[in-house]
């Protein structure tokens, strides 16, 4: 079930990312990191302040943060700047697991 579990979220034109309560990330689908322009290796075992230094400045962090801290789901609108000004935005939900916190679009 595992393995099929990972076909699906490997497949979803959506981002999908697992973090640990450490901040790691323990899993991304090719979306997350496309749109986060960095390869899945780049990401995968780091926290999400290596890969992203001031990140944790963010309301998207904040969002996060809270979800960690509180055990509870949450959903946000993420408005971010990449590092040559370009924008973007996406919805984001947050749910949490017994080992991790997962992160979700949604409409």
Not at 21 to 41: H, I, M, P, T
Not at 75 to 84: C, G, I, L, S, W
Request: hydrophobic letters at 35%; glycine letters at 6%.
């Amino acid at each position: 079930m595992e393995r099929v579990a990972r076909d699906v979220l490997d497949s979803l034109l959506e981002g999908c990312q697992v973090i640990g309560f450490d901040w790691r990330y323990l899993y991304v689908n090719e979306a997350v990191a496309l749109q986060g322009r960095k390869s899945k290796a780049e990401l995968l075992g780091r926290t999400m302040l290596e890969c992203y230094p001031g990140l944790d400045q963010t309301p998207f962090f904040q969002v996060l943060r809270r979800c960690m801290s509180e055990r509870k789901h949450d959903r946000m609108e993420n408005e971010f700047t990449y590092p040559d000004g370009k924008k973007a935005s996406s919805n984001c939900a947050s749910f949490l697991c017994r080992r991790a916190r997962a992160s979700f679009p949604w409409i």
